[in-house]
């Protein structure tokens, strides 16, 4: 058994974590959208006007924050006007990234109904790469005008006379890639134009310009320094970053499983960059904050043959909350993320098979860590044993993250250990517990554990016994868990 002694000091709480650093992302690819999301009024499977129920049920209890649409790749081939309009007139296009057909059946109004079914906000990435600065800035006179135009009576006529206000818009996805295989440079000569028209006809809206990924880190600091004198045009870089290449989605070794753990830090210096150098480029009235709009696991069978669909085990579970942790460590600059993708794609929160549905133990982790959203960031010293790798890198036994909203403290911890539990003391500087108001767990008999359609219940949270003192909480977690605990500080 291991042993950890954590002190957490909520006399020195920080940045406000923002809700949206739990955010998700869905695009037209696999079976995320048909079959996950849309299933056509006409399917056996229970649905609404075509949107799947089950799958809607499962997301409305995540409350995710904001849902990134319609790319991803599939974004900069994306014309919105296919995809409005009555459904048989419109047209079928190739969704050249994902090389399948694409019936456009659901486009901007039923995304929307679907945000609506679930309580998210949308996320709408405009198409850079083949599309036009007219046809982004029309989408979002579409989308978002009040004024008597034609472009709002045909949003009337296609069944919403109110606007839809989508507030966060991309200017082009992966712009170094698949968006156009651009430089910086003439990325920023292409943002320059397109933000320019979504800035004068968007109202409160934020844009989200292309960032690095970590091969290309000098991206960042190119594309800024060509923005020069037009900061205010971009309110957030949005960086992009996928772990585990080439790793086994289920049958990986435990060496594997650390070195995916390893990961966080890397994503972890990602961040720190990308926040230095927009606090280099920003200036006190205009700050530029940091995105991380596609992130995740991405194993060796999700390939474009399978529609990039993988297993989700424990091991998924242990990344997310230690991702989740390290998300908020930034939250002053980190103002949201979206996991890619939310339904049967990569580190999917949701898996199907016909009418079949299972959630995943990363959907759990979504869930337990609710109670950190709009809570100020708490730092935590934590005692105790680190794996240490073989290639000589260290990854934490027992890792805690902690928030505050007035009295209530919220603790996320993780066990990583494959065999060993963990038990846990804790102790809150200058303060005293006056009664636990929640205290959930996380586990499974293996970290390959993971939860299918056919065996839906495999992976699922459950209590968390705690010992309470004034001056301590006590609790000893399994190998492999995640666990969240709520407690009420004495006044």
Same mark, same amino acid.
């Given at each position: 058994?291991?042993?950890?002694?954590?002190?957490?000091?909520?006399?020195?709480?920080?940045?406000?974590?923002?809700?949206?650093?739990?955010?998700?992302?869905?695009?037209?690819?696999?079976?995320?959208?048909?079959?996950?999301?849309?299933?056509?009024?006409?399917?056996?499977?229970?649905?609404?006007?075509?949107?799947?129920?089950?799958?809607?049920?499962?997301?409305?209890?995540?409350?995710?924050?904001?849902?990134?649409?319609?790319?991803?790749?599939?974004?900069?081939?994306?014309?919105?006007?296919?995809?409005?309009?009555?459904?048989?007139?419109?047209?079928?296009?190739?969704?050249?990234?994902?090389?399948?057909?694409?019936?456009?059946?659901?486009?901007?109004?039923?995304?929307?109904?679907?945000?609506?079914?679930?309580?998210?906000?949308?996320?709408?990435?405009?198409?850079?790469?083949?599309?036009?600065?007219?046809?982004?800035?029309?989408?979002?006179?579409?989308?978002?005008?009040?004024?008597?135009?034609?472009?709002?009576?045909?949003?009337?006529?296609?069944?919403?006379?109110?606007?839809?206000?989508?507030?966060?818009?991309?200017?082009?996805?992966?712009?170094?890639?698949?968006?156009?295989?651009?430089?910086?440079?003439?990325?920023?000569?292409?943002?320059?134009?397109?933000?320019?028209?979504?800035?004068?006809?968007?109202?409160?809206?934020?844009?989200?310009?292309?960032?690095?990924?970590?091969?290309?880190?000098?991206?960042?600091?190119?594309?800024?320094?060509?923005?020069?004198?037009?900061?205010?045009?971009?309110?957030?870089?949005?960086?992009?970053?996928?772990?585990?290449?080439?790793?086994?989605?289920?049958?990986?070794?435990?060496?594997?499983?650390?070195?995916?753990?390893?990961?966080?830090?890397?994503?972890?210096?990602?961040?720190?960059?990308?926040?230095?150098?927009?606090?280099?480029?920003?200036?006190?009235?205009?700050?530029?904050?940091?995105?991380?709009?596609?992130?995740?696991?991405?194993?060796?069978?999700?390939?474009?043959?399978?529609?990039?669909?993988?297993?989700?085990?424990?091991?998924?579970?242990?990344?997310?909350?230690?991702?989740?942790?390290?998300?908020?460590?930034?939250?002053?600059?980190?103002?949201?993320?979206?996991?890619?993708?939310?339904?049967?794609?990569?580190?999917?929160?949701?898996?199907?098979?016909?009418?079949?549905?299972?959630?995943?133990?990363?959907?759990?982790?979504?869930?337990?860590?609710?109670?950190?959203?709009?809570?100020?960031? $708490?730092? &935590?010293?934590?005692?105790?044993?680190?794996?240490? %790798? =073989?290639?000589?890198? *260290? @990854?934490?036994?027992? !890792?805690?993250?902690?928030?505050?909203?007035?009295?209530?403290?919220?603790?996320?911890?993780?066990?990583?250990?494959?065999?060993?539990?963990?038990?846990?003391?804790?102790?809150?500087?200058?303060?005293?517990?006056?009664?636990?108001?929640?205290?959930?767990?996380?586990?499974?008999?293996?970290?390959?554990?993971?939860?299918?359609?056919?065996?839906?219940? $495999?992976? &699922?949270?459950?209590?968390?016994?705690?010992?309470? %003192? =004034?001056?301590?909480? *006590? @609790?000893?977690?399994? !190998?492999?868990?995640?666990?969240?605990?709520?407690?009420?500080?004495?006044?």
């Amino acid at each position: 058994m291991q042993t950890a002694i954590v002190n957490v000091l909520p006399g020195q709480a920080g940045a406000t974590i923002n809700p949206n650093l739990y955010g998700h992302f869905a695009e037209h690819l696999g079976r995320c959208i048909a079959g996950g999301i849309w299933v056509g009024d006409d399917s056996a499977i229970p649905n609404d006007r075509g949107i799947r129920l089950d799958t809607v049920d499962a997301l409305r209890r995540l409350a995710l924050p904001v849902l990134r649409w319609p790319g991803g790749c599939f974004a900069d081939n994306y014309h919105w006007r296919d995809g409005i309009g009555p459904r048989e007139a419109r047209p079928t296009r190739l969704n050249i990234w994902w090389l399948q057909g694409e019936s456009n059946a659901l486009g901007t109004h039923e995304f929307m109904r679907f945000c609506r079914m679930i309580g998210t906000e949308p996320y709408f990435c405009a198409n850079v790469g083949s599309g036009s600065p007219e046809e982004a800035r029309s989408w979002l006179e579409y989308c978002n005008a009040r004024q008597d135009t034609t472009l709002t009576r045909e949003r009337a006529a296609n069944g919403d006379p109110e606007p839809f206000n989508v507030r966060y818009w991309g200017v082009g996805n992966e712009s170094w890639g698949c968006g156009g295989s651009m430089t910086p440079e003439y990325y920023a000569h292409q943002y320059r134009q397109y933000a320019t028209y979504l800035r004068q006809g968007g109202g409160d809206v934020m844009l989200i310009a292309c960032g690095s990924h970590q091969g290309i880190m000098s991206w960042d600091d190119r594309f800024l320094e060509s923005l020069k004198g037009a900061e205010g045009l971009v309110d957030a870089l949005a960086l992009h970053n996928y772990s585990g290449g080439g790793t086994p989605e289920v049958d990986f070794t435990d060496n594997q499983y650390h070195n995916l753990l390893t990961a966080v830090g890397c994503m972890d210096a990602h961040i720190t960059h990308a926040a230095g150098v927009c606090r280099a480029h920003a200036t006190p009235e205009h700050p530029i904050k940091v995105i991380m709009d596609e992130w995740g696991t991405w194993y060796r069978e999700a390939t474009t043959e399978r529609g990039l669909y993988q297993a989700n085990t424990m091991q998924d579970a242990i990344f997310t909350a230690l991702a989740f942790q390290m998300f908020q460590r930034h939250a002053a600059d980190l103002v949201m993320t979206n996991m890619a993708q939310t339904v049967n794609v990569l580190q999917a929160l949701v898996l199907t098979e016909g009418p079949r549905l299972c959630v995943t133990p990363t959907y759990w982790v979504y869930d337990l860590f609710t109670p950190h959203r709009n809570g100020a960031w $708490v730092p &935590a010293t934590v005692q105790g044993s680190a794996l240490t %790798l =073989p290639n000589g890198q *260290t @990854v934490p036994g027992c !890792s805690v993250s902690a928030s505050i909203v007035e009295h209530t403290l919220s603790l996320s911890l993780v066990n990583t250990n494959i065999d060993d539990s963990c038990t846990v003391t804790i102790t809150a500087a200058g303060r005293h517990f006056a009664r636990i108001k929640s205290a959930r767990l996380l586990t499974a008999p293996s970290v390959r554990a993971h939860n299918t359609p056919q065996a839906p219940h $495999v992976v &699922a949270p459950g209590d968390l016994p705690v010992a309470m %003192l =004034p001056e301590t909480l *006590t @609790v000893t977690l399994p !190998s492999c868990a995640v666990a969240m605990i709520e407690v009420e500080l004495a006044s």
